[in-house]
């Protein structure tokens, strides 16, 4: 069975500092990989997705992702942040074909922008 | 478009009772599926529907119920409420199982079982 660690519970950057998030992921195949934000009282909207081709793929909200099989992760950054990112993420994986719907969340990152 | 609806946002129950989580989609979306989600665990996968009439179990499905009679609603029951029910409950719809995109979520509904 696929899972996913966060490894960082929360997270406090600066307004207009570039953000990591860290995720790591246990699959056997190539997985189907995804970040979720959720804002507070909110459900979840996805930033980016990753299914096969280009290890770096581009999301919403300015955020990219990054693929490296090697290290089974699957780290999302931004940049330069604004107040407005601040919310709780949550990184995904998908196993098999169609089966975004079967998806494993990891336990999520709290990000909180300083001004 | 209203996208994903759920009903109620809020709901406080005595160990034992019964409710009805509602769900609902207007965007024909075949895939239907409800997550709880729990501090530092994410959210987990109780039942889904790949379309009416199909349901199937997720990861924690014990405790719940649910049904698909039409595409647009996908309701889940709780029999007998317990305190471990407590928790924050999202419906989720996408196109298909043969569309890996993106997941469709509800707003939540905030369940309290005293």
């Known amino acids: 069975a696929q899972s996913v660690t966060q490894p960082d519970i929360h997270i406090t950057v600066s307004e207009g500092a570039s953000l990591e998030l860290r995720c790591n992921y246990s699959?056997?195949?190539?997985?189907?990989l995804f970040w979720y934000v959720q804002s507070p009282g909110q459900g979840l909207q996805l930033l980016l997705k990753y299914f096969s081709g280009d290890t770096l793929v581009q999301g919403i909200k300015g955020f990219e992702a990054e693929f490296k099989r090697s290290q089974s992760s699957f780290n999302l950054r931004k940049p330069s942040v604004h107040w407005s990112d601040a919310a709780e993420y949550f990184c995904?994986?998908?196993?098999?074909?169609?089966?975004?719907?079967?998806?494993?969340f990891g336990s999520g990152t709290q990000l909180t922008v300083l001004p | 478009n209203a996208g994903v609806t759920q009903t109620p946002k809020f709901q406080v129950l005595k160990t034992g009772q019964s409710m009805t989580l509602q769900c609902a989609q207007d965007m024909n979306h075949e895939y239907m599926s409800w997550y709880r989600q729990d501090p530092g665990m994410g959210l987990r996968l109780i039942h889904y529907s790949v379309g009416a009439g199909i349901t199937d179990q997720g990861e924690v499905p014990n405790g719940y119920n649910v049904s698909r009679s039409t595409t647009e609603d996908f309701p889940l029951r709780l029999l007998s409420a317990a305190p471990s029910q407590t928790s924050v409950y999202f419906c989720a719809s996408s196109l298909g199982r043969k569309y890996t995109g993106e997941l469709f979520f509800g707003e939540g509904s905030r369940l309290t079982v005293l």
């Open positions: 699959y056997g195949a190539t997985p189907y």
């Open positions: 995904a994986v998908g196993a098999g074909s169609g089966s975004a719907r079967q998806l494993t």
